[in-house]
Structure formats: C-alpha cells, structure tokens
C-alpha cells in the first residue's frame, strides 16, 4: 500500500497526479523572470533544470540562484535537477562535479526535492540519497531511456530496484516507438501499484505516442506528470494548463 510522501503543501501519491513544471532559462535574470511567470499556472512542483543554466559549474552562482527562486517560488516544492547528457541531459559533467552540485543544493536549505540518476550507480546513489536526507530533502531517483520501452518485467523490476535503494520517489521516464509500448509502461505502472509500491513513484512515455500518458497517471499509478509554461524540458510534455483541464475534468471538478 502506497504511504504517500507531503512536500509543503503538495501531497504526492494520493488524489490527482501532482503538476511539475520545468525552468529551463539559461541567464539569472531569464530564469528569475520564467520563475515568476509560471506562478501564474499554478504547479504542485517546480523543477529547476540546473543543466541548462550557463552558470552551472559555479557552485556560488547556483547558489545565489536557489536563493532568488526560493523567494519566488515561495511555499511551492522546489525539485533540482543537473540531468546529465547521458540521460538526455544538456551537459556533460564528471561525478565528482555531479556529487558536489547535488550536495551543495541540499546544504542550501532552498531545495525539497533532489534527482539522483540511477545511472550513476548503487554507491553513488546512496551516497546522494544518505546526503539529502542528512539535510531533509527528499530524492527522486531517476532513469530515463530516449531509445526505447523495455519489457515490462524490467521497468517493475528498475522501479522496485529504486525503492529498495531508498528512493521517496522512483521514476521511470521511456521513449515509445509505438502505442503498444506506451501499453507496456502503463501495464507496468499499473502492476507496480498494485503488487510492489510502498510509495509514490512516477512513469512517463516521451514523444507523441507518450503524450496521454501524461494525463492517465491517476489510473495506473503514476503520482507525478510534467508540464510546460513556457519550454519543454522533455519529448512530449504538454502545457500545464491544458494538463490541469484534462485532470480536473477527469475527476469531474
């Protein structure tokens, strides 16, 4: 039975799937102003694409950053995220880089949330995961694959793999060359939640054959969608006011 996970006010696991949208601006001043603007869509979540910022290899310009959008973003979670170019990310960057940056961000008191990449290996991931909750921020543990959909027993298993780690929210992120794989990655949500999840975890197929995907989560499992006010951050995520109408309508409100 899923425990589900409060952030501030959001609660994740339970009800509608939670709205993150994504800053994606590369300039201070572009990226305090996307912050601003998507106040106005009303997300459950906020996640800082940190790979996109041209300052991202300046851990005191990171966190100036922080500070800006905390006070921006006030009460909404804020989730940061370095997305590496090997998981579809804008930059590469080594591991110790990549360790220091995610560590300097939880010391920063400005962040809820943390996205560990599962790629980075076991050890690693816990060292992240050991890190964030020494400093009360939560870990999502992520992989992502922009190739292809694996077979179902694998993304259960992956899943299941994330929260035996220790993960407040694993999440899985395929690219479906078909609807029959979007299928695969909804039969597996849905499977999870009913057998395996103690927890809120999130699922998404990318492109045009993952789109409704996006919207369905409530019915398989998934407790998380993303959504754009301004600047995809991903393959076939929608705007977040439409995302919203479609939820609201779905649950009759």
């Not at 979670?77 to 080594?94: A, V, W, Y």
């Not at 929210?169 to 395996?196: G, H, N, Q, Y």
């Not at 809120?200 to 409704?212: N, V």
Request: aromatic letters at 6%.
């Amino acid at each position: 039975m899923i425990k589900p996970l409060q952030i501030r006010s959001a609660v994740f696991g339970t009800g509608m799937p939670k709205i993150c949208i994504p800053l994606t601006s590369s300039g201070k001043r572009d990226l305090a102003d996307e912050a601003r603007a998507l106040l106005s869509a009303s997300p459950d979540l906020v996640e800082w694409r940190v790979d996109y910022f041209e300052q991202s290899d300046s851990l005191i310009e990171v966190r100036m950053m922080l500070s800006a959008l905390r006070d921006i973003l006030k009460d909404i979670p804020l989730l940061f995220t370095f997305r590496t170019n090997d998981e579809g990310g804008q930059k590469r960057i080594s591991p110790e880089d990549y360790h220091l940056l995610c560590r300097t961000a939880c010391k920063s008191g400005c962040i809820d949330l943390l996205d560990a990449e599962l790629s980075q290996g076991d050890a690693p991931v816990n060292s992240l995961l050991l890190n964030a909750h020494a400093c009360g921020v939560r870990v999502v543990v992520s992989s992502h694959d922009f190739t292809t959909t694996p077979p179902k027993e694998a993304l259960i298993e992956k899943l299941t793999h994330m929260q035996r780690l220790g993960a407040d929210m694993p999440k899985i992120a395929v690219m479906p060359k078909s609807r029959l794989d979007t299928l695969t990655l909804l039969s597996a949500t849905l499977e999870m939640r009913e057998k395996f999840a103690d927890r809120p975890f999130i699922t998404m197929a990318m492109g045009e054959y993952g789109a409704f995907s996006r919207v369905c989560g409530e019915f398989f499992g998934s407790a998380l969608t993303f959504a754009t006010a301004l600047n995809a951050s991903a393959p076939g995520q929608l705007e977040a006011a439409r995302v919203r109408r479609i939820l609201e309508a779905l649950n009759g409100i």
